[in-house]
């Protein structure tokens, strides 16, 4: 399938759209690009600088005023998840995606270092949060006329290798989570979830995992946004359970 790569500026727009990790790297991005096309966007990460640099680059950019919300998904629970959703309802009335781009990595190494308390928290941002937030927010979805919830995750979820652990285990839970969301959704046609692995892209989290990696073989920000695009507009609907793959690197010649 042929990916479209220009939108209308008016091609989210009346959405209202949550995005996590939105303070930096893909979720920044993705938060700016959500909003030149017309969207809502509700900002969420833990780091309240972070999130006023965005949502100031948001209101100068003219598009719809956002909402900040800091959250440390990592010690969130029950009632947190639940306030969120209850406070979007409130300011909003609405919810029409969610673009999980929150992640949590420690460092690469072999099993025998990595610690339980990693493994935990690994799991608890990079599976557990994603799980929780997408129920407290369920009914929200489950009423928006063509809503979207979109995973962003990473290659090791579907490819095992030494070192990668917790981290690679707990992205490999978000494969499971997206098909089984999708089977149990199934019966709301307005409602879609799948789970985006971008591949290498200049990142934050990228930075991390890759710290001698040469920038250049890496795919650029601005070339995964129209496929978050993509995902986050009408143009998906009926597409849901599907776990994608993409290598956005040029071709060195």
């Known amino acids: 399938m042929t990916m479209k790569t220009e939108f209308a500026p008016d091609a989210l727009a009346g959405r209202v759209i949550l995005v996590t990790g939105a303070s930096q790297g893909i979720g920044r991005e993705a938060a700016l690009a959500f909003a030149r096309h017309g969207a809502t966007v509700v900002l969420l990460s833990r780091s309240v600088k972070g999130l006023e640099r965005v949502y100031d ?11 900040a919300v800091p959250l440390d998904l990592l010690n969130a629970g029950e009632n947190e ?25 420690y460092a690469l ?7 339980i308390e990693e493994w935990m928290n690994q799991y608890r941002i990079n ?35 030494a070192y990668w652990g917790g981290f690679g285990a707990s992205n490999a839970g978000q494969v ?15 409602l879609r979830v799948n789970l985006l692995l971008p591949g290498p892209v200049n990142s934050p989290q990228r930075n991390r995992t890759h710290p001698g990696e040469d920038k250049r073989e890496r795919g650029d920000l601005a070339d995964l946004m ?4 993509y995902w986050m507009s009408a143009d998906s609907r009926g597409r849901s359970g599907e776990v994608l793959e993409l290598d956005l690197r040029q071709p060195r010649g």
Not at 127 to 148: E, H, I, M, Q
Not at 226 to 229: A, C, E
Request: charged residues 15%; contains cysteine.
């Open 57 to 67: 680059e948001v209101v100068a950019s003219g598009a719809p005023e956002p909402a």
């Open 81 to 105: 998840f639940n306030n969120l959703a209850l406070t979007i309802h409130r300011e909003f009335g609405r919810l029409d995606g969610i673009l999980h781009c929150a992640s949590h990595f």
């Open 109 to 115: 190494s072999p099993l025998s270092n990595q610690t």
């Open 127 to 161: 599976t557990v949060a994603r799980f929780a937030l997408t129920r407290a927010c369920l009914p929200l979805l489950k009423d928006a006329p063509d809503a979207s919830v979109l995973f962003v995750g990473e290659h090791h979820a579907l490819h095992p290798a």
């Open 176 to 190: 499971y989570l997206t098909t089984v969301a999708a089977s149990e959704w199934d019966m709301h046609p307005n």
């Open 226 to 229: 129209p496929h978050l695009l």
